[in-house]
C-alpha cells in the first residue's frame, strides 16, 4: 500500500510560481509511474502531468505545456510538480498518484491507470 502526501499549495498571484510535492511511502517508490491531476470547483478531475517511473520520459497536458514541469527523485521517493507563469484558470486541488504504467500504456493520463491518491493540495490564483 503506496501512501502519497501533496505539499506546496498556496495561494499565488498570477504570473507567479509555486512548487508542488508529493511524498510517497509504504512501497516501491520508483517502480511506479507519477501523475498529477486537479480538480477545480464544479468541473472534472483534469490531467496535468504524468512521468515514467526512471524519470525519462515526461507527459503534459496541452493546457500548461511549457508552464509546468515535472519531475521525480526517486532517492527521496518524491515527484515535483514545478508551476511557473500561473494563471487564475490553474486554480484548483491538485492530486498525485501512482500507478504501474507500462510502456504500451504511456502516456498515462487517464485517472484508471492509477492506483493510489493523494489528499490534494489546494492551489489558489488570483488575477
Known amino acids: 500500500q503506496v501512501q502519497l502526501v501533496e505539499s506546496g499549495g498556496g495561494l499565488v498571484q498570477a504570473g507567479g510560481s509555486l512548487r508542488l510535492s508529493c511524498a510517497a511511502s509504504g512501497g516501491t517508490f520508483s517502480v511506479y509511474g507519477m501523475g498529477w491531476f486537479r480538480q477545480a470547483p464544479g468541473k472534472e478531475r483534469e490531467f496535468v502531468a504524468t512521468?515514467?517511473?526512471?524519470?525519462?520520459?515526461?507527459y503534459y497536458a496541452d493546457s500548461v505545456k511549457g508552464r509546468f514541469t515535472i519531475s521525480r527523485d526517486n532517492a527521496k521517493n518524491t515527484v515535483y510538480l514545478q508551476m511557473n507563469s500561473l494563471k487564475p484558470e490553474d486554480t484548483a486541488v491538485y492530486s498525485c498518484?501512482?500507478?504501474?504504467?507500462?510502456?504500451?500504456?504511456?502516456?498515462?493520463?487517464?485517472?484508471?491507470?492509477?492506483?493510489?491518491w493523494g489528499q490534494g493540495t489546494q492551489v489558489t490564483v488570483s488575477s
Open positions: 498518484a501512482a500507478g504501474v504504467v507500462y510502456h504500451s500504456s504511456w502516456p498515462a493520463q487517464a485517472a484508471t491507470q492509477y492506483n493510489y
Open positions: 512521468i515514467s517511473w526512471s524519470g525519462g520520459r515526461t
